[in-house]
């Protein structure tokens, strides 16, 4: 059975960071592209940030600079490292992982919510 874990979210307030993991267990991530990707209330979900297999980045324009998307295939596990945190970064952080030899094999997380606030 396939699971990815999000762990680390909580309440930060603005200017602060937040370090979020996304455990694996039933796959090995080293053949998957993985996703975070958020979702606040009454929006649509959003992709965030994305490491393909071989480690290349990608960010969403809104979080450039600020986020930073990591993995370590050892531990099986990608990393989502946050700083300066807005208010509008409130919300759910999910985890996708997409098998790169087929993109109809693809699994998600429960996520973690993060909350930016005073």
């Known amino acids: 059975q396939v699971q990815l874990v999000e762990s680390g979210g909580g309440l930060v307030q603005p200017g602060g960071s937040l370090r979020l993991s996304c455990a694996a267990s039933?796959?090995?991530?080293?053949?998957?592209?993985m996703g975070w990707y958020r979702q606040a209330p009454g929006k649509q979900r959003e992709l965030v940030a994305f490491?393909?297999?071989?480690?290349?980045?990608n960010y969403a324009d809104s979080v450039k600079v600020r986020f930073t998307a990591s993995r370590d295939n050892a531990k099986n596990t990608v990393y989502l490292q946050m700083n300066s945190l807005k208010p509008e970064d409130t919300a759910v952080y999910s985890c996708?992982?997409?098998?790169?030899?087929?993109?109809?094999?693809?699994?998600w997380g429960q996520g973690t919510q993060v909350t930016v606030s005073s």
């Open positions: 490491i393909s297999s071989g480690g290349s980045t």
């Open positions: 039933g796959i090995s991530i080293s053949t998957y592209d």
């Open positions: 996708n992982a997409v098998w790169k030899y087929n993109r109809r094999q693809e699994y």
